[in-house]
Nanobody
Framework: VQLQASGGGLVQAGGSLRLSCAASRRTASNNGMGWFRQAPGKEREFVAAVNWDGGSIHYSDSVQGRFTISREKGKSTVYLQMNSLKSEDTAIYYC?????????????????WGQGTLVTVSS
């Protein structure tokens, strides 16, 4: 399974971006999907995750209320709408496909990873 993430870029603080991630195989439509990010000099951290049908969603505390993850049931594409962006949101954002259909938040539970898309928020 290959994942193609897009939508990153440079935005001013307070602005918005929408990331997209499409998996190459429809089998990913039966798996949970998620977004992680890695800032310079820091470890990759969980951002948001959704189960296979979009019915269960979870966010990290740092993005709760500002970011929205979504997917259509039966589709292998996941989105991350990012609003009210802050400079601390600057990072490479990675999408991933989970090993199961459930919503999972830990890296070890993800099987496939995208190449990442850079989000830079200027203050």
């Amino acid at each position: 399974v290959q994942l193609q993430a897009s939508g990153g870029g440079l935005v001013q603080a307070g602005g918005s971006l929408r990331l997209s991630c499409a998996a190459s195989r429809r089998t990913a439509s039966n798996n949970g999907m998620g977004w992680f990010r890695q800032a310079p000099g820091k470890e990759r951290e969980f951002v948001a995750a959704v189960n296979w049908d979009g019915g269960s969603i979870h966010y990290s505390d740092s993005v709760q209320g500002r970011f929205t993850i979504s997917r259509e049931k039966g589709k292998s594409t996941v989105y991350l709408q990012m609003n009210s962006l802050k400079s601390e949101d600057t990072a490479i954002y990675y999408c991933a496909v989970a090993r199961s259909s459930f919503l999972v938040t830990t890296r070890s539970h993800y099987q496939y990873w995208g190449q990442g898309t850079l989000v830079t928020v200027s203050s």
